[in-house]
């Protein structure tokens, strides 16, 4: 019987996941490589793996991952429709910030990850996927919801920064503003790489860091 051949991302997974480019290898459980569609026209990018996602190997399956399926059936997507994935692909030791050495040492997975899916969109959830893919040092509370259309990997793709899911879980209030963000992607995927539309001007920036804020998040 004929071996159906393997895929270009699913063979950069298996490939992956003995990585020990940075210190991270040594305390994880599993690389945690990414999860959904791999033609996805839609990808996600969040920070790093935490406890849940380390003892899986999904991204996005704590808290933070169940507010996201919320959001993702708002705009009557599922995981299924959509590529999700993290800069880090390793957990952090207590989930602290991504180092700048584990971001050099891990880029180029994620780099490889989108040049095979190809996505149309990127939608980067919080500050190190957001700064890491547009180049820019820019906080996620000045360009969340302004999408950008840039050169990633050697592809055209509209880069679109979103709060990250677990900052609405700590500041209620910000889940609006999430949502109303989430509501333009199905008018950024139909516009494919036309510049959007300019979103509103942003909030002021909070005079108190919510906890969210010291988590690393926005």
Wanted: proline share 11%; glycine share 8%.
């Amino acid at each position: 019987m004929p071996v159906a051949p393997v895929e270009p991302l699913e063979a950069y997974a298996a490939a992956t996941a003995t990585c020990t480019r940075c210190r991270l290898a040594q305390g994880r459980t599993q690389v945690v490589f990414g999860a959904g569609n791999p033609y996805a026209d839609l990808m996600f990018v969040g920070e790093a793996p935490g406890f849940h996602e380390d003892k899986q190997g999904i991204p996005f399956v704590g808290q933070a991952g169940k507010l996201l399926d919320r959001l993702l059936a708002g705009v009557e997507l599922r995981r299924e429709d959509v590529y999700i994935a993290n800069v880090l692909k390793c957990r952090p030791p207590g989930n602290r910030d991504p180092q700048p050495d584990e971001i050099e040492a891990c880029e180029p997975h994620l780099f490889r990850q989108i040049e095979l899916i190809e996505p149309q969109v990127i939608a980067t959830l919080g500050n190190f996927a957001t700064k890491l893919l547009s180049g820019r040092p820019l906080g996620i509370t000045r360009v969340h919801g302004r999408g950008q259309p840039l050169t990633i990997a050697g592809r055209s793709v509209l880069l679109y920064p979103l709060y990250h899911p677990a900052a609405a879980l700590y500041t209620p209030a910000m889940l609006k503003v999430l949502e109303a963000d989430f509501a333009r992607l199905p008018e950024l995927m139909g516009q494919g790489l036309q510049p959007p539309a300019a979103a509103p001007e942003p909030e002021p920036e909070p005079a108190v860091a919510a906890p969210s804020e010291q988590l690393g998040l926005f």
